[in-house]
């Protein structure tokens, strides 16, 4: 079944603690892509990737770090995660210019 | 600065009635525009991906137009049903998988 699957689907962390949520697809997709998802604010990019070695900034990157080492992977790292970045996270992949599919998201707590 | 407005925030309708459900964006530059729906407290699935070129995409009771030089799209849901209510979401492509999210639209569909 062609899927995008995120690891863990609920953390709960406190500040300062390195973690890692981990995104992987099926598809065979060149491009992926994080997001975040609060109330009032809506799905914002975070960082994208068009290939292997290939990243770029989305809209609110600060705070976040990604590496694209292989295709069908695409982990979100929070070096020293802060209360800010509470939120729901979801990872994306597409093909070109096709549709993106969505993960099943991660909600993150950061005490 | 792109920005994607989805208008109304919210829409409740007698279930049977066709509706439409507006996405607006500010620079015609895009790559392709992707309607979703979102269920609450669940991940995003794809409805209708137009590309740029295209005029309308339809899919079942869904139907979705794109205005590339007005900056506008529509989604039509014909004979809405409960099972529609969510939340809907447009999404443009603005190149190289750099994507901009509207607000969404949640509708609730009476039975």
């Known amino acids: 079944e062609a899927q995008v699957t995120q690891n863990p689907r609920y953390l709960i962390t406190v500040t300062g603690k390195k973690l890692t949520v981990t995104c992987s697809q099926n598809m065979n997709h060149e491009y992926m892509s994080w997001y975040r998802q609060d109330p009032g604010l809506g799905l914002r990019q975070i960082y994208y990737s068009m290939n292997v070695e290939v990243t770029d900034k989305g809209d609110v990157p600060e705070g976040y770090k990604v590496s694209r080492k292989e295709k069908r992977n695409f982990p979100l790292i929070l070096e020293s995660p802060s209360p800010n970045q509470t939120s729901l996270y979801f990872c994306a992949s597409s093909s070109g210019l096709g549709e993106q599919f969505f993960g099943p998201g991660t909600r993150l707590t950061v005490l | 600065k792109q ?72 989604l039509y849901i014909a004979a809405s049903q409960p099972g529609d209510s969510a939340t809907y979401l447009c999404a443009i492509n603005t190149g190289g998988f750099k994507t901009i999210f509207g607000a969404g639209t949640r509708l609730f569909v009476k039975a």
């Open chain 2, 3 to 74: 920005e994607v407005t989805q208008i109304p925030a919210a829409l409740s309708v007698p279930e049977g009635e066709n509706l439409v459900l507006n996405c607006s964006f500010t620079d015609s530059a895009i790559y392709n525009l992707q309607w979703f729906r979102q269920d609450p407290g669940k991940g995003l699935t794809s409805l209708l991906l137009i590309q740029s070129s295209q005029r309308e995409q339809t899919s079942g009771r869904l139907n979705a137009s794109l205005d590339k030089s007005s900056g506008r799209s529509t």
